[in-house]
């Protein structure tokens, strides 16, 4: 019994441990967005549209691929995701929308959002997870840690 109850408490700690790092309070963001993002992973290169908008109190992130096919559908709703929808779960769309919200926050909110986040130049990084690279403030890079993956993300319209 004691053996069954250490498990399932280590796989609720394996479920926490691996969700991406979100800050207590959701940045003020200019919604909606529609944006065009490229991932690019061991030498291929996917397409995809998000698009990210208000919803009450929550944040839906709907991505899609060129044909309207949706991937993944989330809504952070105080400062948790939760599935929009009947898609299956998807941990990277989730990363990826996290990466998102840490790339897209302001400056001047950074700081207080994510404290452990370094900014120099036209570069942003939260340690372990992600480095933003930016080219503008709407188009930019994102380079996952530990992994040979990274988006470019541009406005819908402008993805060249």
């Not at 004691?2 to 790092?21: H, K, N, Y």
């Not at 998000?50 to 105080?78: C, F, H, T, Y």
Request: aromatic letters at 6%; proline letters at 9%.
């Amino acid at each position: 019994m004691i053996r069954l109850l250490l498990i399932g408490c280590l796989l609720l700690l394996s479920a926490c441990a691996s969700q991406p790092p979100l800050p207590e309070k959701t940045p003020a963001l200019a919604l909606p967005m529609q944006l065009h993002v490229q991932r690019h992973a061991g030498g291929q290169s996917q397409d995809w549209l998000l698009v990210i908008q208000r919803e009450g109190a929550a944040i839906r992130w709907s991505m899609m691929d060129p044909l309207g096919i949706p991937l993944a559908r989330q809504k952070l709703i105080n400062g948790q995701w939760q599935a929009d929808g009947l898609l299956p779960p998807n941990p990277a769309a989730r990363e990826l929308f996290a990466a998102l919200l840490f790339a897209l926050t302001s400056s001047d909110d950074v700081r207080a959002l994510y404290p452990s986040a370094q900014a120099m130049d036209l570069t942003r990084t939260l340690p372990g997870h992600w480095q933003i690279v930016y080219q503008s403030s709407e188009v930019f890079s994102v380079n996952m840690a530990g992994q040979p993956l990274s988006y470019r993300v541009t406005p819908l319209g402008a993805a060249r």
